[in-house]
């Protein structure tokens, strides 16, 4: 099987702009590719992970990735599916945010021996001439085009500031400068992005005269059509500080079950016929293959030193209610009020409530427990003395937990 074949296999493909084209380029090595990441957070997340595997993937194929990190699209905000403007972000705050996705991309890019390259928009964005650009680019993008594409007519119904409206130009843009400077062939992203991209092989070709190509992935979405990686709390973070190892595996561990095998087909790199196998698989099998598809992904993420720890923790707790691995918080001294602290504090202290009015909730609704006992009133105090030196254990609902020491 190609490789181009086996990125259709495993359903990754949406849209190409010349498919035989493409196959070549990719499946004999010859693609120098790139895909973008946008620095709205200190920490990418599993909305970007499917690009970072597909990156993965195509450099062991003998690709070239160029991971393109948006220091200078930040500063405007795509308004690809979004219905509202994004919150603007300063230059400070942009700079650390790309410091950080550059450690993150290092797990799954190898950026050494000119194997890859990580580049950042800002470097040609931020210094261009306004009247330059109107001339030499934005002659070649028609109003009319723009806004009859899916991104601009959601923006259209609450109002789309020309700010926004410039970022299909500044992405274009930015394939136009690495085709020149970099030699990159092949612009990849998520299918939200269709219309971007096209801008940017048009503006080659009209620039240039030479021809470049575009591919969209399909997006990560659950068997209802919702993205997936965000859960009550917020979104499912690469960063360890953010979403621990073992949080991330169990969010895997509980993906529904109609979702399992495509998340194992996208996101593992386990051989297909491996994964075909476990269509048959029903019952407690599924569960199973939750379990592959939960400890392929944190080890991808985290190593396999951390993934054995969530798998072991996770498995520990559901067979005897406690576990050495699962994760834990100190409580310190300023804690504690009268040698005591509310089981409301420490729902939000642990982590498992993101405030007093969602604990409070989660307590009256019977879901909480300490050490295995339900605690049903909101004003419950543990006190410090009663916090054993090996720690209890706070459950809330039937998949969160953290081991408790002071």
Partial sequence: MTVYDELVARGLIA????????????????????????????SLHVGHF???????????????????????TAMIGDPSGRTDMRQMMTTETINHNVECF????????????????????????????????????GAHFSVNRMLSHECYKQRMERGLTFLEFNYMIMQSYDFYELFRNYGCNMQFGGDDQWANMLGGTELIR???????????????????????????????????NKTSPFDFYQYWRNVGDNDVLKC??????????QIDEMDQWEGRQLNDAKEILAYELTKLVHGEEEAKKAQEGARALFSSGNAADMPEVTLSA???????????????KAGLAPSNGEARRNVQQGGVTLDGEKITDPKYSIPKSEI?????????????????FC
């Fill in 15 to 42: 849209q190409v702009t010349d498919e035989k084209e493409i196959k070549e380029l990719i499946n004999e090595g010859k693609a120098t590719f790139y895909i973008g990441f946008d620095p709205t957070a200190d």
């Fill in 50 to 72: 499917m690009a970072l595997c597909l990156m993965k993937r195509l450099q062991m194929a003998g690709n070239k990735p160029i991971a393109l990190i948006g220091g200078g």
């Fill in 102 to 137: 550059k450690k993150q991309m290092s797990r799954f890019i190898d950026f050494s021996e000119d194997k890859a390259m990580l580049v950042n928009n800002a470097d040609w964005l931020m210094d261009l001439n306004y009247v330059e650009i109107l001339r030499e680019v």
């Fill in 206 to 240: 009209r620039k240039l005269g030479k021809d470049a190509y575009a591919m969209t992935i399909n997006l990560l979405l659950n068997s209802e059509g919702k993205k997936m990686g965000k859960t009550q709390s917020g979104a499912v973070w690469l960063d360890p």
């Fill in 264 to 273: 194992l087909r996208m996101l593992t790199f386990l051989p297909l016929e």
């Fill in 334 to 348: 300023d804690d504690f009020t009268n040698d005591e602290i509310g089981i409301l504090t420490l729902l939000v």
């Fill in 388 to 404: 054993p030196e090996e720690g209890i254990v706070l459950k809330r609902g039937k998949k969160k937990f953290v081991k408790v």
